[in-house]
Antibody
Framework: EVQLLESGGGLVQPGGSLRLSCAASGFTFSTYAMTWVRQAPGKGLEWVSAISSSGGSTYYAESVKGRFTISRDNSKNTLYLQMNSLRVEDTAMYYC???????????????WGQGTLVTVSS | DIQMTQSPSSLSASVGDRVTLTCRASQEISNHLAWFQQKPGKAPKSLIYAASSLQSGVPSKFSGSGSGTDFTLTVSSLQPEDVATYYCQQYNSYPFTFGQGTKLEIK
């Protein structure tokens, strides 16, 4: 059974940093691209960042480029999102998403985690 | 970036009705279109990919169609458990953009 368990969310002041983690199980993590998607309270879904199965390719939304860094440790079956210089507008539920197809960086999404809440406030 | 526009923003229909949601891309995306269902307070769930292929375990009352720039999601017989917000997303090119969502309710 596929499982994605996000952690690391919490309350942080503007300008602060957080690192989100997504622990994966139930599939061969190293063969799937992974993505972070966020949702501000009461708002729609926003694509944040994606990483290829090897970690060699990454993409970022313009709204987070230069502040967020996506990475993965395939030996630990874990996806990360390092978030620096956080802003009030980064407040959202952050979801970890698994690609449907292996080794395809442009694959549609398959399974979603339950999310971790990040609140940026003074 | 490719803009995705969903219509209507909200829809109220009766139990048993056939409902159709629409999604339009600002440029051609072939069939690289997915639909997601998000029930209140829950994480999104993948419903359809490649415009018309059902994800594993998704009931056949959901169907998708379209290619190019215009797409639809149809629920053949609306039930109370289908109350949710539905999002489309293009995965033709990065950034993979979402529509703003259609909130589906029971009349």
């Amino acid at each position: 059974e596929v499982q994605l368990l996000e952690s690391g969310g919490g309350l942080v002041q503007p300008g602060g940093s957080l690192r989100l983690s997504c622990a994966a199980s139930g599939f061969t993590f190293s063969t799937y691209a992974m993505t972070w998607v966020r949702q501000a309270p009461g708002k729609g879904l926003e694509w944040v960042s994606a990483i290829s199965s090897s970690g060699g390719s990454t993409y970022y939304a313009e709204s987070v480029k230069g502040r967020f860094t996506i990475s993965r440790d395939n030996s630990k079956n874990t996806l990360y999102l390092q978030m620096n210089s956080l802003r009030v507008e980064d407040t959202a539920m952050y979801y970890c998403v698994k690609a449907l197809d292996g080794y395809n960086f442009r694959a549609p999404y398959g399974f979603w985690g339950q999310g971790t809440l990040v609140t940026v406030s003074s | 970036d490719i803009q995705m526009t969903q219509s209507p923003s909200s829809l109220s229909a009766s139990v048993g009705d056939r409902v159709t949601l629409t999604c339009r891309a600002s440029q051609e995306i072939s069939n690289h279109l997915a639909w997601f269902q998000q029930k209140p307070g829950k994480a999104p769930k993948s419903l359809i990919y490649a415009a018309s292929s059902l994800q594993s375990g998704v009931p056949s009352k959901f169907s998708g169609s379209g290619s190019g720039t215009d797409f639809t999601l149809t629920v053949s017989s609306l039930q109370p458990e289908d109350v949710a917000t539905y999002y489309c997303q293009q995965y033709n090119s990065y950034p993979f953009t979402f529509g703003q969502g259609t909130k589906l309710e029971i009349k």
